[in-house]
T-cell receptor, first 114, second 109 residues
Framework: DVKVTQSSRYLVKRTGEKVFLECVQDMDHENMFWYRQDPGLGLRLIYFSYDVKMKEKGDIPEGYSVSREKKERFSLILESASTNQTSMYLC?????????????FGPGTRLTVL | KQEVTQIPAALSVPEGENLVLNCSFTDSAIYNLQWFRQDPGKGLTSLLLIQSSQREQTSGRLNASLDKSSGRSTLYIAASQPGDSATYLCASGTYKYIFGTGTRLKVLA
């Protein structure tokens, strides 16, 4: 069965802290994505990766960076957390070409920045 | 730039009713369209994926159709149940997925 896991369901951090969100998939998928979801704005793509050590900016990359050292793991990094980064963060993965295949999502991480 | 719209934003129906959720997109040059279900505070669960060459997909009580020329997709839920209560999102797939903001469905027992 398809499985995408995220390191934390809930996270509370202080302004200025460096924050790491981890995502792991066990499906040997090439492509992995980080989204944030906010009321009224829907899901917005932050970054995605189509291979190990490869990354591309999404629609809202400012204030974020990513790391993909292994195929199964994709990390989202908030270099200096700010209150406007309080959100639900969702990781997804898909095999093959980015657009053609079914996306599978993790359970989400609800991040609060105080 | 692709825009995906879902109307209505919220819907409340009695149990047993058949219902249709709508999804509109502005750019018909899509590769596929995917429907998801999201329970409160949870991630997205994939329901159906329709490739651009297909007209519809079915899974159990769910049927999704795709009309690229009119920029529309519908999700039909037959004999709705309280357990169907959730937010339903559609996403159009081109170079990347663009998501609608969802329809929040409540099925009353």
């Amino acid at each position: 069965d398809v499985k995408v896991t995220q390191s934390s369901r809930y996270l509370v951090k202080r302004t200025g802290e460096k924050v790491f969100l981890e995502c792991v998939q066990d499906m040997d998928h090439e492509n992995m994505f980080w989204y944030r979801q906010d009321p009224g704005l829907g899901l917005r793509l932050i970054y995605f990766s189509y291979d190990v050590k490869m990354k591309e900016k999404g629609d809202i990359p400012e204030g974020y960076s990513v790391s993909r050292e292994k195929k199964e793991r994709f990390s989202l990094i908030l270099e200096s957390a700010s209150t406007n980064q309080t959100s639900m963060y969702l990781c997804a993965s898909t095999t093959g070409t980015v657009s053609y295949n079914e996306q599978f999502f993790g359970p989400g991480t609800r991040l609060t920045v105080l | 730039k692709q825009e995906v719209t879902q109307i209505p934003a919220a819907l409340s129906v009695p149990e047993g009713e058949n219902l249709v959720l709508n999804c509109s997109f502005t750019d018909s040059a899509i590769y596929n369209l995917q429907w998801f279900r999201q329970d409160p505070g949870k991630g997205l669960t994939s329901l159906l994926l329709i490739q651009s060459s297909q007209r519809e997909q079915t899974s159990g009580r769910l049927n999704a159709s795709l009309d690229k020329s009119s920029g529309r997709s519908t999700l039909y839920i037959a004999a709705s149940q309280p357990g169907d209560s959730a937010t339903y999102l559609c996403a159009s797939g081109t170079y990347k997925y663009i998501f609608g903001t969802g329809t929040r469905l409540k099925v009353l027992a």
